[in-house]
């Protein structure tokens, strides 16, 4: 059983809604993601997905967006991105980590050294934005071979049958974007998402997380009562975009940020409403 399966099982014997902060590696400068990484976990993150800078984050909104310019300004590359992780490692082998990017920076290399040096590094998965399931039986086996998880995006459009292609290729989670559109873009139509895990559900055991549009401990409560888990980004990249230029007080501000969410999905767990 992989970090994130193991993690996101024991949510679940407990009744909880895993919290999964995203934030973009070498924003706003390579030497602070570590100790952001950190504050994450001290704010309550269960996973963490840390961004790969890419120059066309075809997905992503303007916050974003910018984020990445900030970091390619620094020449934050996928490997600066894996060493970021072997660092953080050395103060935390418990909280899983994906990193979430796009195709171009892998291939540049090749598949295998990527993977070889993400798991060397203490990374546990990869969601690539832009690998599209038809290309995945050509990835996914040997991805799981360095023993990566394998974690796809599932949108409001997707149909039954992509699901199952999806599902029958992924790993570890799937990530299910909760609107037509790019990251901090809309607002959540909660009745869509639930009827859409719903169907999601038919097809899978896989746990699902909900990204797209959490904006506040309110949002994340409204999905983190339908969803196995919460993932928030724009919401955390705004603020670094916001402070970035006193880098000092991002760890504190992240964190009380990110905690207000983790007592929000925690006041819905069982024991909480008992």
Same mark, same amino acid.
């Given at each position: ?28 400068? &390579? ?12 704010? %309550? ?5 840390? %961004? ?37 490692? @050395?103060?935390?082998?418990?909280? &899983? ?9 892998? #291939? ?10 993400? @798991? ?14 038809? #290309?995945? &039986? ?41 609107? @037509? ?47 196995? %888990? ?16 006193? &880098? ?27």
């Amino acid at each position: 059983m992989s970090r994130i399966e193991s993690t996101l099982a024991a949510l679940k014997a407990a009744g909880r809604t895993a919290l999964i902060p995203y934030i973009t590696a070498g924003d706003p400068h &390579p030497r602070h993601t570590v100790g952001l990484m950190q504050a994450l976990v001290a704010g %309550g993150a269960d996973i963490i997905e840390l %961004g790969v800078p890419f120059s066309d984050p075809m997905a992503d909104g303007p916050t974003i967006q910018l984020a990445c310019e900030r970091a390619l300004i620094h020449q934050t590359s996928l490997w600066n991105c894996c060493a970021m992780v072997a660092e953080f490692r @050395k103060t935390d082998s418990r909280t &899983p980590v994906v990193l979430m990017g796009y195709l171009n920076p892998i #291939e540049t290399r090749s598949l295998e050294a990527f993977c070889s040096l993400a @798991k060397a590094s203490g990374v546990d998965g990869v969601l690539i934005v832009d690998l599209a399931v038809e #290309e995945a &039986p050509e990835f996914a086996p040997k991805v799981r071979s360095f023993g990566l998880d394998l974690i796809f995006l599932l949108a409001p459009t997707s149909s039954d049958a992509r699901i199952e292609a999806i599902v029958h290729e992924a790993s570890g989670y799937l990530y299910y974007v909760s609107l @037509k559109g790019v990251t901090g873009a809309a607002s959540l139509d909660i009745d869509s998402v639930s009827s859409k895990l719903e169907q999601i559900r038919r097809h899978t055991r896989l746990p699902v997380a909900v990204g797209f549009g959490i904006r506040d401990a309110a949002s994340a409560a409204l999905v983190g009562a339908v969803a196995d %888990g919460v993932v928030v980004g724009s919401a955390l990249v705004s603020q670094i975009e916001k402070h970035q230029n006193s &880098p000092e007080l991002l760890p504190g501000l992240l964190r009380a940020q990110l905690a207000e969410m983790r007592a929000a999905l925690d006041a819905l767990a069982p024991a909480a409403v008992a």
